[in-house]
């Protein structure tokens, strides 16, 4: 399996998907002090979610000997 495509694919549809909410929630009404802890809350989804697919890379790719 090829996780490094299924991984890359699946980070850029996440990435824009980020910057698109980004985007409406900065448009928004909201207060400033709300619009930044949403914009926290969606980039810090986004680095956990990279840092699950390195993982889930690196456990594939790598077989112990």
């Given at each position: ?5 299924i991984?890359?694919?699946?980070f850029?549809?996440?990435?824009g ?12 009404s909201?207060n ?6 949403f914009?926290?809350?969606i980039l ?5 979610v990279t ?15």
């Amino acid at each position: 399996m090829d996780t490094v495509l299924i991984g890359g694919i699946g980070f850029l549809i996440l990435a824009g998907i980020s910057f698109l909410l980004i985007r409406i929630i900065d448009n928004s009404s909201m207060n400033s002090k709300n619009k930044r802890l949403f914009n926290y809350v969606i980039l810090g989804f986004l680095v956990l979610v990279t840092i699950a697919i390195f993982k889930w890379h690196s456990s594939t790719y790598l077989i112990p000997n």
